[in-house]
């Protein structure tokens, strides 16, 4: 599935991912997390309303080809630096002509109010309320929601990236390295949302940030709360962080979902050989990982280290 869309921001051979979200050009990434779970709930395929085989392939396909891809521009801090550089290039373009050809009342609108900022975000706001509602209707509402970040650029392009230039929103802080090292190509294959937040989890783990890993695993659990492996996965997060009460009703939780779930397997060996160790090295209120030093190299090291993702 394409777009195929050739007015707004798309004209310039550019994937307007603000429109397919629904999201203004200077929405935090906060803001645009929060759009996309609302997305998801109406298209993926444990939650879409959608009845009929066709209309739920239809919904598959808008999410799995068009939402997820668009978000995943916002997920790293070097894919989103990637996607402002050419969005600015773009504003730079529109802004030479003054008088672009429009096609949409509100676009058009837009381009003669005085009152741009407030005339925008509703216009905006209106035309995200039922975008995915229709699906029929989606590519027509993501061009004129295009249409209109044209013409905020061409009007306000300086207020929009004072906004979009705010530092992203990571838990992360390495070297300047490390974002290049978390932006590694997505998979071709279609995934759902749920793989996708496990993958993401997985990769941040992989680096220990697991406090961003976390974040991504109970937004996994919110879609879907028995899912065995993001039991496991946000499990050995918890345990990486001392928290052993948290970390034993996760792993439990996977294996009482599916016994022979591998990770949470060895997740518990671990765990039952981590509770004596850390005993003896702190007192026990700090057991829950307030205070605690963090275990060190063997114990741990061997659990998550080098685990690639089907």
């Known amino acids: 599935m394409s777009l195929n869309i050739d007015i707004g921001l798309f004209k310039f051979d550019f994937t307007d991912c603000h429109a397919v979200l629904g999201v203004p050009i200077d929405a935090n990434f906060k803001d645009i997390r929060q759009r996309y779970l609302k997305i998801a709930r109406l298209l993926h395929p444990d939650s879409t309303a959608a009845k009929e085989i066709e209309e739920k392939q239809k919904a598959n396909d808008l999410f799995s080809k068009i939402v997820n891809p668009a978000y995943e521009k916002f997920t790293t801090e070097h894919s989103r630096a990637e ?18 050809s429009l096609q949409h009342e509100s676009s058009q609108e837009l381009a003669k109010t005085n009152n741009i900022e407030q005339i925008y975000q509703n216009k905006l706001r209106q035309l995200a309320l039922n975008q995915y509602e229709d699906f029929d209707r989606v590519k027509t509402v993501i061009a004129e929601i295009s249409e209109l970040n044209l013409v905020y650029l061409m009007r306000q392009s300086n207020k929009a990236f004072s906004s979009v230039s705010q530092p992203f929103p990571s838990t992360t802080q390495k070297s300047p390295e490390q974002p290049k090292q978390t932006s590694s190509p997505p998979e071709q294959t279609p995934a759902t949302l749920v793989e996708q937040y496990l993958r993401r989890a997985e990769k941040l783990m992989e680096k220990n940030n697991f406090p961003h890993a976390r974040v991504e695993l109970q937004d996994a659990l919110k879609l879907e709360p028995n899912n065995p492996m993001a039991h496991s996965l946000i499990g050995i997060v918890y345990l990486k962080q001392n928290q052993l009460t948290m970390a034993k009703v996760h792993i439990n939780k996977a294996l009482q979902l599916n016994p022979n779930e591998p990770m949470a397997l060895r997740s518990k060996q671990v765990l039952a050989e981590a509770v004596p160790k850390i005993a003896g090295q702190t007192s026990p209120a700090n057991k829950a990982g307030e205070g605690a030093d963090k275990p060190k190299g063997g114990l741990f090291g061997g659990l998550f280290g080098g685990k690639k993702n089907k």
């Not at 996607?83 to 373009?93: A, E, G, P």
């Open 83 to 100: 996607y402002l550089v050419l969005l600015k290039d773009i504003s730079k373009r529109v802004k030479q002509d003054q008088n672009p």
